[in-house]
């Protein structure tokens, strides 16, 4: 099965910065289009930012574009989240996300996330 593993969160300062990077283990993660969502406690898990198997195209959530960067380097099997300008808004538990399609069925694959704390 699919697999991620996410890391970098951290506890920083209003406007910092920081890059999450998700690594995918199983066959065929570069053919996974992969998404960041977050979650604070008692609220539904939001999409951040998504990225296309390939890499050529890539969505936002309006809060965080212009700030958040997607990218990945399907050499390494990884995904990356830059995010630049943080706010306590940003406050959350990251995590990656893929829809897998394998031979004997469909499943979600969720990482176990990464806390990203911006506090003054």
């Known amino acids: 099965q699919v697999q991620f593993v996410e890391s970098g969160g951290a506890l920083v300062q209003p406007g910092a910065s920081l890059r999450l990077s998700c690594v995918a283990s199983?066959?065929?993660?570069?053919?996974?289009?992969i998404g960041w969502f977050r979650q604070v406690p008692g609220k539904e898990r939001e999409l951040v930012a998504r990225?296309?198997?390939?890499?050529?195209?890539?969505n936002y959530a309006d809060s965080v574009k212009g700030r958040f960067t997607i990218s990945r380097d399907n050499a390494k099997n990884t995904v990356y989240l830059q995010m630049n300008s943080l706010k306590p808004e940003d406050t959350a538990v990251y995590y990656c996300?893929?829809?897998?399609?394998?031979?004997?069925?469909?499943?979600?694959?969720w990482g176990q996330g990464t806390q990203v704390t911006v506090s003054s």
């Open positions: 996300y893929a829809p897998v399609a394998e031979s004997w069925g469909l499943y979600d694959s």
């Open positions: 199983g066959s065929n993660v570069n053919d996974l289009h």
């Open positions: 990225i296309t198997s390939t890499g050529d195209s890539t």
